[in-house]
């Protein structure tokens, strides 16, 4: 029987830097993270999530689209290409903001996908594992 639905441990020894400065969407998304089998850090603001980019050892990033003190994504984006070994990390953006021009804009400064805030978990696991897989993390 054929199913859409994303398996429990879809991404299983994935590891996510979530990068959101809404703490209640924080720990929700994290918490439908980490039951798909991810292992997340997840960043409230950009100084931290700046800290973090910087140390990498991460899989993939994945961000809210405006950040704390007028900081955006595509400033995280650009300090994540900044590092040669991380030249490879896919990078998502998750936010509120969804228009077209929005979308347009994420995928036009390198973001592999800009997903609408509230997005249904399974859609959000498959975004995940399809940029995982298009960067050549896995399969």
């Not at 429990?8 to 918490?31: F, K, M, S, T, W």
């Not at 994945?62 to 994504?73: E, F, M, P, V």
Request: glycine share 6%; proline share 4%; aromatic share 4%.
């Amino acid at each position: 029987m054929a199913s859409n639905a994303v398996e429990d441990d879809a991404l299983r020894g994935v590891h996510i830097l979530y990068v959101e400065d809404d703490p209640d969407i924080g720990d929700g998304c994290q918490n439908i993270l980490t039951s798909l089998g991810a292992q997340v850090t997840l960043c409230s603001t950009f100084e931290q999530a700046r800290q973090r980019i910087s140390q990498g050892n991460f899989d993939l990033l994945l961000s809210d689209l405006n950040l704390d003190h007028g900081h955006k994504a595509p400033e995280l984006l650009r300090l994540l290409r900044t590092f040669p070994h991380l030249s490879h990390v896919p990078a998502l953006v998750l936010s509120a903001y969804g228009s077209q021009h929005d979308r347009d804009a994420s995928l036009a400064a390198g973001f592999v996908a800009h997903l609408i805030k509230p997005v249904a978990s399974n859609d959000l696991a498959r975004a995940l594992i399809d940029a995982l897989a298009v960067s050549g993390v896995r399969a």
